[in-house]
């Protein structure tokens, strides 16, 4: 048995005093240290050097257990923010009506998102086509908008969807955000958008690049906290989902 497996079972009892927890253990010739990190999902990868000993892994886990317990606990917490049935646009919950059956637009209707489904068609392609229409335009509008105010010239606004990114700067000057961003507050939205634009000038995250930051957003550290700890699950949210699949 491996010093990974053979401490599976005493780590899930350490962690956050849970009787399991989702723990994935990754083997790599090419680190030197052990590694750990905690997913958008709350799952605890550790990965291993070669070599490894049940000791040096049992020191490693006593070392961050309180990183650790931080962690889970924070993106449990997120995840139990969503509920069944509701959609989440700006930072607010909305009712998802799903209109089987019927034909026309997505819209906005109050408290709630109304999706007409056609006979044969899939829910998730046509919620995905509306939001990333929303996401759009609203970060051309924001990014053009704080380039003007940084001075800067950045190249076409890109969409992705990414599970583990919100946005990029591509070298070619391109700003490339996650179409999810339209989930969340419209102020985190404004901290994302500042953050790449920032990159055009500094590439790195070092002092000068959070100054270039802080001049048009002074409280962005409030935004990067958001972002951080509440906007993992969406991330990967799904319909009707409130638990990571």
């Not at 048995?1 to 899930?12: D, E, K, T, Y």
């Not at 090419?30 to 999902?41: A, C, L």
């Not at 055009?200 to 550290?221: E, I, M, T």
Request: net charge positive.
């Amino acid at each position: 048995m491996s010093p990974a497996r053979g401490l599976c079972r005493s780590i899930a009892h350490t962690v956050n005093n849970l009787k399991t927890l989702d723990i994935e253990y990754r083997h790599s010739s090419r680190r030197r240290s052990i590694g750990i990190m905690v997913t958008t999902e709350g799952k605890v990868v550790v990965t291993l050097p070669r070599g490894t000993t049940q000791e040096s892994l049992a020191q490693a886990l006593a070392k961050h257990r309180a990183w650790i317990e931080v962690k889970v606990a924070e993106r449990q917490a997120a995840w139990g923010q969503l509920k069944a049935g509701e959609a989440y646009l700006l930072g607010e919950a909305f009712r998802l009506t799903v209109l089987r059956g019927a034909t026309g637009a997505v819209t906005l209707n109050g408290p709630e998102i109304r999706v007409p489904l056609p006979e044969g068609a899939d829910l998730w392609p046509r919620l995905v086509d509306w939001y990333a229409g929303r996401a759009f335009t609203r970060l051309q509008a924001r990014v053009a908008h704080f380039a003007a105010a940084m001075g800067l010239s950045p190249g076409p606004v890109e969409l992705k969807g990414w599970k583990r990114r919100w946005g990029e700067c591509h070298p070619d000057g391109k700003l490339r955000f996650n179409w999810r961003l339209i989930m969340c507050p419209p102020a985190v939205i404004d901290y994302v958008v500042v953050h790449e634009l920032a990159h055009l000038s500094v590439p790195g995250h070092n002092p000068r690049f959070w100054g270039q930051v802080a001049k048009v957003l002074p409280d962005y550290a409030a935004r990067r906290r958001w972002l951080n700890q509440e906007g993992s699950p969406f991330l990967l949210w799904l319909p009707g989902m409130t638990q990571p699949q």
